[in-house]
């Protein structure tokens, strides 16, 4: 099977507004096996499979947990943080996890060793900066480890 993600309807992603993050299945036919949309203000990085599901990392304004419950960065701002999603192989939300930084900080890569190390790359940026910026050696670096359970195993901010 084939997993897809995709958010709003332009070449370049847009923040100012909640957008549903599709993520999709399907099988070598074309032929659609689960479909599972999580609205955020903010934008995708990568999506990467696990073991038991994959995982949606990127940068956020606002999203909501699982509960409900909003979180914000800082309303009225481009400041962003990092947020994983966990599907689970059938594609239902298992963990919706804000990674939350005392400062803006925008995620640049995710780097998977293995299930239980991956790798968030960020810089201290807004999200506005962030995707306009080619980040360099001398930018601040920001790293956060994380497994397929989306615990926060270790930070540098």
Not at 123 to 134: I, Q
């Amino acid at each position: 099977q084939f997993v897809l993600s995709f958010k709003g309807a332009e070449a370049r992603q847009q923040f100012a507004t909640a957008e549903n993050i599709t993520t999709l299945a399907v099988n070598a036919l074309g032929q659609q096996i689960w479909s599972q949309s999580i609205p955020v203000t903010g934008t995708v990085t990568d999506v990467i499979s696990l073991a038991d599901g994959y995982l949606i990392a990127g940068n956020f304004i606002s999203i909501k947990d699982l509960t409900g419950k909003e979180v914000r960065v800082k309303p009225g701002t481009a400041e962003c943080n990092p947020y994983l999603v966990k599907l689970g192989e059938r594609g239902e939300v298992v963990h919706v996890t804000p990674v939350l930084a005392s400062s803006s900080t925008y995620l640049s890569r995710v780097v998977k060793v293995n299930d239980n190390t991956i790798n968030l790359i960020g810089y201290s940026a807004s999200l506005d900066t962030g995707m306009e910026k080619v980040f360099t050696a001398s930018d601040k670096m920001i790293h956060v480890m994380t497994n397929r359970q989306t615990q926060i195993v270790c930070t540098t901010y």
